[in-house]
């Protein structure tokens, strides 16, 4: 493989496995996406519709990227959502709004605002680089290099549920469990 | 047909990843939650003040933890109710190599609580009036104290079962065994 052809792999790959956790973390919680369209000055009927539609394009997006590597229009896809992201960020930004940014669904501190305005350039540029040397695999292996992507992602959120769900069953045995007519002394005066 | 199964693939993935982060959701707003009822098992450690480092028979402890290299005094009052289950798991005096226990009667008399756990052993003491916990400042049960190199160390307090175990020392952890009740 020539150095520009696995350019244009890499920032494919880039771009897939981005828009793709961040579906998937704002599918996770579709309601605080919603607020964040709301605190940006949309009403209740729109936030709702672009939170979907948002979450909905990077899933085609992603699917596109992986499945059709040649096609030009998950590239314009994501051209188009970096241009929104960097949009929501200016408005912030203009409006001297404080807003939470749900990036990836995640919960945190971090705001909208300056660091979605810098990084268009690098949307873009990853993009552009993608559509210049496209790659040429086939929809199956990219389709089951996204498989194997979704498990592995998936492999790394049990080790953190299985570690929590021990560290949580260790700390129930503590609990002393109550006896029959304790629990019915607990009913009654509650 | 390969097509179909691995975009089937891709969709129960997502899926996972999707359940697995709601899972993880779940369990860390439990973990909140039990937190903020001191649900948790974690010690405390406890301050000794001015006898650490003071030989545990300075308390009233017996003079023979003096000459001890390593060793662990268990504080159990008769009438906390972490204590009954530290009791229950040493019933019949099945007390580890290197545990003392020493009872508080903050209440009553401690002979129908060491009747109750047949706590009968020579390493087990009975605190009457309270002398030895007054004496180190303990105002809380039940409390682990202990004893390295002929002194008095550290205390902690011990929320569990499981957090006894974990404070003896390794030799004693792989002998012990404790009771299982027949049924």
């Known amino acids: ?190 | 047909m390969t097509i179909v199964l691995l975009i089937l693939v891709c969709v129960l993935g997502a899926g996972l990843f999707v359940q697995f982060g709601a899972l993880v959701e779940m369990y860390e707003q439990l973990k909140q939650v039990r937190r903020y009822l001191h649900l948790v098992d974690t010690p405390e450690t406890l301050d000794l003040g001015v006898t650490a480092g003071q030989p545990p028979s300075t308390v009233g402890l017996p003079a023979e933890l003096d000459a001890a290299a390593n060793g662990l005094v268990l504080f159990l009052s008769n009438k906390c109710e972490s204590c009954r289950t530290l009791a229950a798991n040493l019933r019949g005096g099945a007390l580890p190599e290197a545990l003392w226990v020493v009872v508080v009667p903050v209440s009553g008399d401690a002979e129908s609580f060491v009747e109750e756990f047949d706590l009968r052993h020579p390493r087990v003491l009975v605190d009457d009036g309270e002398q030895i916990v007054n004496r180190i400042g303990l105002d809380t049960t039940p409390v682990l104290i202990a004893v390295e190199g002929g002194t008095l160390a550290r205390a902690q307090t011990v929320p569990t079962v499981r957090q006894l175990y974990q404070a003896l020392p390794i030799v004693d952890k792989r002998t012990f065994v404790p009771k299982i009740p027949t049924p």
Not at chain 1, 32 to 60: D, S, T, W
């Open chain 1, 1 to 190: 493989m020539a150095p520009a052809d696995l350019i244009g792999v890499v920032a494919q790959v880039v771009l897939a496995g981005v828009l793709g956790l961040a579906a998937l973390g704002k599918l996770s919680r579709p309601g605080e996406f919603r607020q964040v369209i709301r605190r940006l000055g949309a009403g209740p009927a729109v936030a709702g519709v672009a939170a979907g539609g948002v979450i909905v394009a990077e899933a085609v997006a992603t699917c596109g990227l992986v499945a059709a590597p040649s096609a030009w229009w998950p590239r314009a896809v994501v051209a188009v959502l970096a241009a929104g992201f960097a949009g929501a960020g200016a408005v912030a930004l203009a409006t001297r709004t404080s807003v939470a940014c749900r990036c990836f669904g995640a919960a945190g501190n971090a705001r909208l605002g300056w660091h979605q305005v810098w990084l268009l350039p690098a949307w873009w540029a990853a993009a552009g680089l993608a559509q210049a040397y496209p790659p040429g695999w086939s929809a199956r292996t990219g389709l089951a290099g996204l498989a194997a992507g979704l498990l592995l992602a998936s492999g790394w959120r049990l080790r953190r549920e299985w570690a929590l769900s021990r560290e949580l069953r260790g700390d129930r045995l503590i609990v002393r469990e109550l006896a029959p007519d304790e629990e019915a002394h607990a009913e009654v005066t509650s």
